[in-house]
């Protein structure tokens, strides 16, 4: 496997000025590149020309939540799950980013599971958000369901289309001020985990809060992330998805691009507008606009990733 | 008849004292704006401290050194822990956790 293009600033820039919706992103040499669907459709671009569906991301599903800012957040996870089923062709697997359901009452854990079942891929790797571990147990319903990939330790990772996944747990502990916090026994298991790796072979990394500091007073970001990403310089290609912050930011550095999700509940205000993270209300006609999945191509020669949104409407 | 006033009169000052131990010190903590206020509170030993979620968002109540916990609140409900020791408690919104508050217990 090869990596063949080098990341370009230019490349870099491009890929920020088109951040909405309808953008295919091209991840090559680690940095995405952004093309523009509908120029995409006219060069009647194929599947087989941007690879084979790696998987999509899910985030932010939030079951339970019934305000104002969605009073059916199951009937928009099912309008996400219909995008994803008509993919023309299906993922090998599902990435879910957390915040499954809104108060880790096992009841929404029971919904959300019996509307993720809709998905016509059965194979979904979830990390928690710190909605799933707000219950009593401290994240007792969590991990009696989803504990098993982790030994319930919350990391782990996995090997799929010679791509390696690396699930990270960042909501179980903070750093004072509210930053989300690996820790050291997550960060040694990293450095195991990635020691002896080829570097050629590409790497995704999914967590539920950003990986990298958006926001500091709004705790968006991980106090002691760059430790993790000191281990992952020398990769070539390197993706973090994270959810969270219901919006799509992104950051390249280096090799390494950063994006966060839609989510498929409600949107969130921007950084710092407002008093806090707290649902956004918008328009009901806007709504769907601002809810949606991911879905990620990938083709091995060249080492090409491709990251497609795609929102409700 | 002496006796009975007697009897009433103890039995009176029984249910007085039975009813001031039944009325511990209360405190209360009204979560709003993701924010805990008052933010620090002082209270004596034996109080029992409650906190009520007046938000749109769920928040917890959850000690750094593991004393007492809540779970998720989603507004209008409440969290109450009865404090025995002294000392000075910090807590947390484990979803939100920026938010920081204490309670001193003397």
Redesign the interface.
Known sequence: MTITDKPSRRGALKCLAYGGAGTLFTLSGGVLLATDLAQAATKKMKHADVGMPLFVQISDTHIGFN?EANPDVAGTLKESIALVNALPRQPSLILHTGDIT????PEQFDAAAQLLSGLKVSDIHYVPG??D????G?GKEFFSRFGKPSNNLGYYSFDSEGVHFIALIN?LD?K????GILGADQLAWLKKDLAGRSASQPIVVFAHMPLWTIYE???WGTGDAEEAFALMRRFGSVTVLNGHIHQIVSKVEGNITFQTARATCFPQPKAGVG?????LTVDKAELPHMLGIRSITYAPHPATMTIKDTTLA | MKAKTIAAALCLSTLAFACAKATPEKSDVTIKNFSFGPNAITVAAGTTVTWHNSDGEPHTVVSADGLFRSAALDTGEAFSFKFTKAGTFKYVCTIHPRMVATVTVK
């Open positions: 305000k809104q108060l880790s009452k710190e909605h571990v707000s219950d009593a401290g909501v903070f004072p001020g509210g930053l007073p709004w705790g008093p806090g993270p707290g649902p």
